[in-house]
């Protein structure tokens, strides 16, 4: 049975940093496509990063995250980590990891505009970033 369970959400102020995990069972993590996503309400579902199964070199990160958010695998642990800093008001959300279990190259930009789908889903981690 496939479980994400997202951690690490909470509130800080403007310019501080904060990480989100996922922790991940019952499939072959280090091989499977993997993303984080967030939404608020009103507003549909967006992608802010993504990785696959060629590893870091594959992350992908939406243009108001880039340089600011890293996305990466602990294998040994199956934990999807989301590193923020610099954080900002707009970056206030629910914030979800997705994951896709098969072996899959090259998707990472499309699973960040979500013309890739994935299929499995956590239940969030609120993230609260006053200024």
């Known amino acids: 049975q496939i479980q994400l369970v997202e951690s690490g959400g909470g509130s800080v102020q403007a310019g501080g940093s904060l990480r989100l995990s996922c922790t991940t069972s019952g499939f072959d993590f280090s091989t499977s496509v993997m993303a984080w996503f967030r939404q608020t309400p009103g507003k549909e579902r967006e992608g802010v990063a993504a990785?696959?199964?060629?590893?870091?070199?594959?992350?992908r990160y939406a243009d108001s995250v880039k340089g600011r958010f890293t996305i990466y695998k602990d294998n040994a642990k199956n934990i999807l980590y989301l590193q923020m800093s610099n954080l900002t008001p707009g970056d206030s959300a629910m914030y979800y990891c997705g994951a896709d279990p098969v072996r899959r190259r090259g998707v990472a930009d499309t699973v960040l505009t979500g013309l890739f789908k994935l299929f499995y889903w956590g239940k969030g981690t609120q993230v609260t970033i006053s200024s």
């Open positions: 990785i696959d199964a060629d590893g870091p070199i594959s992350a």
